[in-house]
């Protein structure tokens, strides 16, 4: 059984920086990638950034520049550096983890950009 659980929101001023983390656990040795989706109300929800095992990233083009992406294949662990964060970013930030073809999901945490 995959889980995936997340920390790191909260509330923070436009411009401001937070920094998430996703710690995976359970049968995950042959996950392929980890990232970061998320979802604002009213609104579908929508990739902010990926990492494959090998190291390869992906963004959103509305985070390019100001997000980054880390990983530790052997901790099975995520990072999000969210730097000049904008009203916009306001979300429910989701921990995704891509295993056989099979997605997985932790519970969120919500990130607030509001002055």
């Known amino acids: 059984q995959v889980q995936l659980v997340e920390s790191g929101g909260g509330l923070v001023q436009p411009g401001g920086s937070l920094r998430l983390f996703c710690a995976a656990s359970?049968?995950?040795?042959?996950?392929?990638?980890m990232g970061w989706y998320r979802q604002a109300p009213g609104k579908q929800r929508e990739l902010v950034a990926t990492?494959?095992?090998?190291?390869?990233?992906n963004y959103a083009e509305s985070v390019k520049g100001r997000f980054t992406i880390s990983g530790d294949n052997g901790k099975n662990t995520v990072y999000l550096q969210m730097n000049s964060l904008k009203p916009e970013d306001t979300a429910v930030y989701y921990c995704?983890?891509?295993?056989?073809?099979?997605?997985?999901w932790g519970r969120g945490t919500q990130v607030t950009v509001s002055s």
């Open positions: 995704n983890l891509v295993l056989l073809g099979d997605d997985y």
């Open positions: 359970g049968s995950i040795f042959r996950f392929s990638a």
């Open positions: 990492i494959t095992r090998g190291g390869s990233t």
